[in-house]
């Protein structure tokens, strides 16, 4: 047998036959209330997304939905090499592909090379300016804040 149910207006609870209120609207629309709490929410104009015990805030904030539906799975993002301006992708595959042994010889190999350079520019431009290589010692020496003064002060001053 199939009893004939209303849904509360604002609860949404089910409201079997002998129980609840109806209440017409103004615009003529009937509005079923489940029980006088809920017919007092009504008239205060309460919104029923803010009452905690009602099917429009467990809604609103997700509650009892883990046994209706599982969570969607994360498709994985793909990686896809690509070449760089620099550099064309068989030869970013080829770095990629040496031993680390080889690179960190070829980059000691580089850094020879460059203070190599360095040591023909100085030997090159010591000649030239031997003057210019003493630094010039000032008769004044700088002293921080914190440690000059009078030395009188103790304590806090205003």
């Not at 620099?86 to 070829?106: C, P, W, Y």
């Not at 003493?134 to 700088?142: A, N």
């Amino acid at each position: 047998m199939v009893i004939n149910t209303e849904l509360c207006a604002l609860s949404e609870y089910r409201i079997y036959p002998g129980n609840g209120k109806l209440m017409i609207r103004r615009d003529g629309k009937p509005i079923f209330m489940g029980s006088s709490k809920a017919f007092s929410l009504t008239m205060q104009r309460k919104k029923a997304a803010k009452l905690v015990w009602t099917q429009a805030w467990r809604r609103l904030h997700k509650k009892g939905q883990s046994e209706t539906a599982t969570k969607k799975r994360a498709r994985r993002t793909n990686k896809v090499q690509r070449a760089v301006v620099g550099a064309s992708l068989d030869e970013i595959k080829k770095k990629a592909s040496q031993k680390s042994d080889f690179r960190a010889a070829q980059r000691q190999a580089a850094l020879k090379e460059v203070k190599a350079r360095k040591q023909a520019n100085k030997t090159k431009s010591g000649a030239k300016g031997s003057k210019s290589s003493k630094p010039k010692s000032s008769t004044f020496q700088k002293v921080p804040k914190h440690m000059g003064g009078s030395g009188k002060r103790a304590g806090t001053q205003r």
